[in-house]
């Protein structure tokens, strides 16, 4: 899809050493630093939109909002309102009204998913946020980035997860920045996802990651890389040259 017809899309993950993003139970488990969540939230801090899968909000239950009164000033002296827009993606659309995002109204929140959403959910939801309902079985995550940035000015999204949307994003060729943080532990585990999730299946082709920086502070590695696609990528599933050494 043309990048000027969509946001430019961001997004953050921190990871252990063997690549797993949460444990196999997908508990809401803190392995990063202080340092990385203010990673994280300057990330958010530089988005027109905060983009997240249904399943991390649920399961970690976030506001998506900038506690940093500075980052909000900094915000405002770019143009941007205080706080991004929230964006929720989901395709069958049963997300808690109780969760914790929709108990703070510091900024609109926007809701893709499909008329799958059963009705109950459709009359909450709706007191707490706008909700953009498509008739297909899924969320055309192409036709939403068109839209934030055509119906709400959106050039930027920062994203944070998780695993599944990320792939489905990675699939499209849709995203054009990682940032990634290394923390210093090894969840090991089959069933623990990785950035991409627990498919495997391979991506329909490699993606070129370009490390744009690196820094350390302590023990962790700060890593931002520009996602490059190529029309000859590597097909991961078997097609690709192996190196014989
Ligand atoms: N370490 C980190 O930096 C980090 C970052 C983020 C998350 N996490 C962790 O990762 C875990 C969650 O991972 P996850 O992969 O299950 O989460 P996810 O991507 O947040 O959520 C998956 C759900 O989001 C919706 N979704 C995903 N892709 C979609 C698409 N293309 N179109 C429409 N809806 C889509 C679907 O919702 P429906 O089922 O409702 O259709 C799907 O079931 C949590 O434990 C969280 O703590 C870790």
């Known amino acids: 899809m043309d990048r000027r017809r969509r946001p430019f899309v961001a997004v953050t993950f921190a990871m252990t050493v063997d690549g797993k993003i ?9 392995f990063t630093s202080r340092e990385d969540k ?3 939230l300057r990330q958010r801090s530089l988005g027109d939109a905060v983009l997240i899968g249904k399943s991390t909000l649920a399961r970690d239950n976030v506001r998506l909002g900038l506690p940093d009164p500075k980052m909000r000033a ?4 770019r143009g941007q309102p205080p706080y991004p827009l929230r964006v929720i993606v989901s395709n069958e659309g049963r997300i808690d009204p109780a969760l914790n995002i929709f ?13 799958r959403m059963p009705r109950k959910y459709q009359i909450a939801l709706r007191e707490k946020a706008t909700l953009r309902l498509s008739d297909a079985r899924s969320v055309d995550l192409q036709w939403m980035l068109s839209q934030l940035q055509s119906e709400y000015g ?26 990634l943080t290394i923390a210093p532990y090894i969840f090991g585990g089959k069933k623990a996802p990785t950035l991409t999730g627990r ?3 391979f991506l329909p082709a490699s993606v070129r990651c370009s ?17 490059r696609y190529a029309p000859n990528d590597l097909r991961p599933g078997g097609t690709g040259r192996s190196r014989a050494l």
């Open 38 to 40: 203010r990673h994280l």
């Open 22 to 30: 949460t444990t196999r139970a997908f508990s809401p488990v803190d």
């Open 211 to 227: 490390l744009v920086e690196m820094r350390t502070i302590e023990e962790e590695c700060f890593l931002q890389y520009r996602l």
């Open 199 to 201: 498919d495997p299946a």
């Open 103 to 115: 108990q703070t109204g510091f900024s609109p929140i926007v809701i893709f998913s499909t008329t």
């Open 74 to 77: 900094e915000r405002e002296e």
């Open 154 to 179: 959106v050039r930027r999204v920062a994203c944070e997860g998780g695993a599944e949307l990320f792939r489905s994003l990675l699939e499209l060729r849709l995203v054009d920045q990682l940032n």
